[in-house]
C-alpha cells in the first residue's frame, strides 16, 4: 500500500537540497549579485529540481505514476518572479517532453503553464497584502495548486481514466503537493530569513565600527550610560577633555566626577529630572577636569532603547570655554559701549531697518521726560515722535510752543510727516524744547539701512549765537555812527581843500592844500577798507553786471592814483598803462569794483617803489575769455617767507614795513575777495629787492560794439545840466557852505535848510528841481523829511531827492529807497559825483517822473 513512500522520500531530499541551493543563490544575491541573474539562477534550480523528480517518479496503485513537480512550480515564482517561474516552467516542459512525449507530455507543459501562473497570482497577493509564507498560507497555496492544475490531467489522458485516477490517488496527489509546498517553502523562507538576518548583522556590525570609529576618533567628548546614569562607556574625546579614563569612570555618575564649586545647581537638578522622566536634555555648565581645572560643555544628552534591551542615554559633550570666553568679553565690551554712550553728554538713539527703537542713551530720554514710558526698543520712531510731539516735549516750528496744533490737525500731520521725511532722509536740523532748551538734531543712514542720531544741546550755542548777532548789529550800528561821524568833517576838510586848490594860490601853498587832501584821502581809504571788509565778512558784499568801458576806467584809475599818491613819489618813478590791442571796447561786470582792486594794486605798488617804474598791465585771458590785468613794480619786492600770509586781513610783510610805509594790512585782502566774490583770481610773483607783479583775471564778458550803448556805458563827456533850483538841507554848517559852493561854481541856486522839519516847511512854501538831504539831523531826519514830502500834493511829491549820506552800509540805502529817495553821493562829497548825480535826477524824472 504504501510502495510509493520511499519515491516520495526520495523526491522530498531532492527538494531539501534545492532550499539549499536557494539559499546560497539568495545570499549572492545579499551580496550584490544582480536581481535579473539572481532570479534567472532561482528559476533554473527550481526547473532542474522538476527534471530530477520527474525521472524517478512515484507509482500509483492505478496503475499511473506521480512526481512532486508542483510546488517546486509554483515556488519558482514566488521565490524567483517571473524571470523565474518562465525559467522553471520552461525547463520543466522540456524535461516532460523528452521523457515522455505523446499527449502526456502535452498535459505536464498545460501543467507547469498552470503552476507559474498560479505562482505568479500568489506573489502578486503576498507582496499587496503583506502575507508571510506560514504552514498554514503555504498549504492553501499547495492545495489550490492542486485543484488548478487538474485540467491538464484531461489533456494528457482520457476522461474516464482521469477520473479514475482522482478517485483513486487524488489524496494521495493532494497530500504530496501539499507536503511538498509546505515542506519547501518553510525551508526556503527559513533561508531567505537567515540570510536577511545576516546580511543585516554585517550591515550592522559595519555601521557600529564606523559609529565606534567616529566616537573614538571625535573631538567632542561621548559618554553611555545605564538607564540609572551610570557611566558604561566614554571615547577617547572624553579622555582627553576631562583627563578621565574608561577603567576610572565605569559604573560613576558622571556629575561625580566632573561637578565642582561654580557648576550651576539649577542647571543640575533640571539634568537630574531628566534623567528621572527617561528624557534627554541640551543644557551648558561648567564642569571640571581631573587636574581641578574648570571648563564650559554643552551637553546634549539623549535616551536610547534597543528593542528587547533595557534604556540607556548617549550624552556628547562640547567644549565651549573659548566660545563661553568670547562671549563675555564681548558682553563686557558691549556694556563698555553702552556705558559709554550712556555718559556722553548728548542724546544717542539708533534705529533698526524697520525704523523700530535698538537704544536711546538716558541723555537722550532725559531731553523728553513726559515720554520715558513709550522711549522703549520695539517702539518704531513715528510713534515716539507723535507721543512727544502731543505732550509738548518740544516747541512745533511755527508755533509759540503754548498753543500747540492737536493731534489730528492738518498742521500736526503736516509737521509730522515733515519730520518722518527728514529723519528717513538724514541731515541736520535745530528744535527748541518745551523748556526753552534747543537741541540740533544730527541723524544719518546706517550702512544696514537704519537710522543713527545725536541729539546735542545747543542752547549755550544758540544763546552764543544771538549774542553775537546783537554783536554783528551793534558793529554794524558802530561802523555807521564811526563812518557818519568821520566822513561827516571829512566832507568839510576835503572840499575846502578843493575850494582852495580852484583859488590862485601860490605854489608852496597850492603843495600845501593837496597834501591835506592827500592824507584826507588816506584817512577815508582806511575807513572804506574797514567797511568793505565788514561787508565782506557778512557776505552783504553785492557786485553789478553793468557794461562800461575799459580803456576810460583805466585812465580814470591813472589820473585818481597820481592824485592822491606823494608828490615826490609821483615825480621820481613812471607810471603808466598798457592795453593790448585785443582788449574788447566794452566788457560787461563790476566797474566800481574793478576801479577799487586795480587802484589797491597801484596804490600798493607806488608806495613800495623809491625808483624806477610802476606799469598797469591789460589784456584778454590765456583763453581768451575775460581780462587779465598786471600791475608791475620796480620796488623792494616781498620775501618768500612772507608770501602765504600775503592776503590775510591786517598782515603786512613785517613791522619795520609796518612803521616805514604804513598802512592797514587790509588791501590785499580785500582785493581777493573781491576777486573771489567776482568767480576770478588773483596771484602774485616777487623777488626780493626787484619788484613783485600782482595778476587778476575777471571773467568778464566781452560786448559787441554797440554795446556802450547800454546801461552804464561810457560814452564821452556828460552833457551840462541847466541851472537848477536846488534844497540843500544839511546839519553841519560847513557841508552846507561846500556844497552851496559846487553850485554855484555849476551856476545852480542853492537854499539852504539845518533839518528835516526846515525843508518840510521850504517845499510847502517853493517849488524846486532837486533837493539834496542829509540823513542824520537834528529836529527831523532825512528820512521823516522825505516820508513827508512824498505825501504832498501834485508835483511837489515828484521832486527827485538825492541823499547826502556819510551811511555807507548797505541798511542806509534800503531804508532811503523805501521812502522814495532815490540818489546817492556819499561824504566827503566830490564835485564829479554830485554833478553825475544831479544829471541821473534830472533825467529820471524826465522820464519815470516819481509818484
Excluded at 497570482?121 to 485543484?147: E, F, K, W, Y
Excluded at 529630572?273 to 541640551?282: H, K, Q, T, W
Excluded at 565782506?536 to 557794461?547: H, P, Q, S
Excluded at 607810471?575 to 589797491?600: E, F, H, M, W, Y
Amino acid at each position: 500500500m504504501f510502495a510509493w513512500l520511499p519515491q516520495f522520500i526520495s523526491g522530498l531530499g531532492l527538494l531539501v537540497m534545492l532550499s539549499v541551493c536557494v539559499a546560497y543563490i539568495e545570499s549572492l544575491a545579499a551580496a550584490g549579485v544582480r536581481r535579473v541573474l539572481h532570479n534567472v539562477i532561482i528559476g533554473s534550480l527550481f526547473g532542474i529540481v522538476i527534471v530530477l523528480v520527474m525521472l524517478k517518479p512515484i507509482e500509483l496503485p492505478v496503475g499511473s505514476t506521480f512526481d512532486p513537480r508542483a510546488g517546486p512550480a509554483i515556488l519558482a515564482a514566488v521565490f524567483g518572479g517571473p524571470i523565474g517561474a518562465i525559467v522553471a516552467a520552461a525547463i520543466g516542459a522540456a524535461g516532460r517532453y523528452y521523457l515522455i512525449g505523446g499527449p502526456v507530455a502535452l498535459g505536464g507543459a498545460i501543467g507547469f503553464l498552470i503552476y507559474g501562473a498560479f505562482g505568479l497570482l500568489v506573489m502578486t497577493v503576498l507582496q499587496r497584502r503583506g502575507l508571510r509564507l506560514t504552514p498554514v498560507t503555504l498549504a492553501v497555496i499547495g492545495a489550490l495548486g492542486s485543484v488548478a492544475v487538474l485540467p491538464a490531467f484531461f489533456v494528457s489522458v482520457d476522461a474516464a481514466t482521469a477520473i479514475q485516477i482522482i478517485r483513486k490517488a487524488g489524496l494521495i496527489f493532494l497530500a504530496n503537493n501539499i507536503a511538498g509546498t509546505v515542506i519547501i517553502g518553510l525551508a526556503l523562507e527559513a533561508c531567505r530569513k537567515y540570510v536577511q538576518l545576516r546580511a543585516n548583522l554585517i550591515k550592522r556590525q559595519q555601521e557600529d565600527a564606523k559609529l565606534s570609529l567616529v566616537a573614538r576618533e571625535t573631538t567632542n567628548s561621548v559618554i553611555i550610560t545605564d538607564g540609572d546614569g551610570h557611566i558604561e562607556w566614554v571615547n577617547e574625546g572624553f579622555t582627553r577633555a576631562t583627563g578621565y579614563t574608561l577603567a576610572e569612570t565605569a559604573g560613576l555618575k558622571p556629575g561625580d566626577l566632573l561637578q565642582g564649586p561654580d557648576t550651576n545647581p539649577e542647571t543640575v537638578r533640571l539634568m537630574s529630572e531628566a534623567l528621572a522622566r527617561g528624557a534627554g536634555f541640551d543644557v551648558e555648565i561648567v564642569n571640571y577636569r581631573k587636574d581641578g581645572t574648570p571648563f564650559w560643555v554643552e551637553i546634549s544628552c539623549q535616551a536610547i532603547q534597543e528593542p528587547g534591551q533595557p534604556k540607556k542615554f548617549i550624552a556628547i559633550e562640547n567644549d565651549i570655554t573659548l566660545r563661553k570666553k568670547e562671549s563675555e568679553r564681548a558682553e563686557k565690551a558691549e556694556q563698555m559701549l553702552l556705558m559709554a554712550i550712556d555718559s556722553i553728554d548728548d542724546g544717542f538713539v539708533l534705529f533698526d531697518r524697520d525704523d523700530r527703537l535698538i537704544l536711546a542713551n538716558r541723555k537722550y530720554k532725559n531731553f523728553f521726560p513726559r515720554g520715558h514710558d513709550i522711549i522703549k526698543p520695539g517702539v518704531d520712531f513715528e510713534t515716539i515722535l507723535r507721543a512727544s510731539a502731543e505732550d509738548n516735549s518740544y516747541v512745533i516750528p511755527g508755533t509759540s510752543g503754548r498753543t500747540q496744533p492737536a493731534s489730528g490737525d492738518a498742521a500736526f500731520e503736516e509737521h509730522i510727516q515733515s519730520r518722518l521725511a527728514a529723519h528717513r532722509a538724514g541731515g541736520e536740523m535745530n528744535q527748541k524744547l518745551s523748556d526753552g532748551r534747543w537741541l540740533k538734531l544730527r541723524e544719518r543712514r546706517t550702512p544696514e539701512g537704519g537710522v543713527v542720531g545725536l541729539r546735542i544741546d545747543i542752547t549755550e550755542l544758540k544763546a552764543a549765537q544771538e549774542a553775537a548777532e546783537a554783536a554783528n548789529l551793534t558793529k554794524s550800528e558802530f561802523l555807521a555812527s564811526m563812518s557818519h561821524e568821520i566822513r561827516t568833517p571829512m566832507t568839510g576838510i576835503m572840499g575846502m581843500a578843493d575850494l582852495l586848490l580852484d583859488e590862485d594860490l601860490k605854489p608852496e601853498w597850492a603843495a600845501r592844500v593837496r597834501r591835506i587832501k592827500g592824507a584826507s584821502a588816506g584817512l577815508l581809504r582806511i575807513l572804506n577798507d574797514i567797511l568793505d571788509l565788514s561787508k565782506l565778512d557778512a557776505g552783504k558784499m553785492l557786485v553789478e553786471e553793468i557794461a562800461f568801458e575799459v580803456r576810460p576806467l583805466i585812465d580814470d584809475v591813472l589820473s585818481l592814483t597820481q592824485q592822491i599818491s606823494q608828490t615826490s613819489k609821483i615825480e621820481r618813478i613812471a607810471i603808466s598803462a598798457q592795453i593790448d590791442k585785443a582788449v574788447p571796447r566794452t566788457v560787461r561786470g563790476d566797474p566800481a569794483r574793478l576801479r577799487q582792486i586795480l587802484i589797491n594794486l597801484l596804490g600798493n605798488a607806488i608806495k613800495f617803489t623809491e625808483h624806477g617804474s610802476v606799469t598797469l598791465h591789460c589784456g584778454v585771458g590765456q583763453s581768451g575769455d575775460g581780462l587779465s590785468f598786471k600791475v608791475i613794480d620796480t620796488g623792494i619786492g616781498i620775501k618768500p617767507e612772507v608770501l602765504p600770509n600775503l592776503f590775510t586781513a591786517f598782515t603786512q610783510a613785517d613791522a619795520s614795513i609796518s612803521r616805514t610805509y604804513q598802512g592797514t594790512g587790509l588791501g590785499l585782502a580785500i582785493c581777493q575777495r573781491l576777486v573771489n566774490l567776482m568767480n576770478g583770481s588773483i596771484g602774485v610773483e616777487s623777488r626780493f629787492g626787484e619788484g613783485s607783479t600782482f595778476s587778476v583775471h575777471l571773467p568778464f564778458q566781452a560786448l559787441a560794439e554797440n554795446g556802450a550803448e547800454g546801461e552804464g556805458a561810457t560814452a564821452g563827456p556828460a552833457a551840462p545840466v541847466s541851472r537848477l533850483k536846488v534844497l540843500v538841507v544839511e546839519d553841519v554848517e560847513i557841508n552846507r557852505m561846500i556844497v552851496e559852493a559846487m553850485l554855484a561854481k555849476n551856476g545852480h541856486t542853492a537854499v539852504l535848510a539845518t533839518n528835516g522839519a526846515e525843508a518840510v516847511d521850504a517845499v510847502e512854501a517853493e517849488d524846486f528841481d532837486v533837493i539834496l538831504m542829509d540823513l542824520r539831523m537834528p529836529v527831523m531826519s532825512g528820512i521823516e523829511a522825505t516820508r513827508r514830502i512824498r505825501q504832498m500834493p501834485g508835483s511837489k511829491a515828484q521832486i527827485p531827492i538825492i541823499a547826502l549820506t556819510a551811511d555807507v552800509v548797505e541798511g542806509s540805502r534800503e531804508a532811503c529807497k523805501a521812502v522814495g529817495i532815490g540818489g546817492f553821493v556819499p561824504k566827503p562829497i566830490e564835485v564829479d559825483a554830485l554833478n553825475q548825480a544831479l544829471r541821473d535826477a534830472v533825467a529820471a524824472r524826465r522820464t519815470d517822473p516819481v509818484g
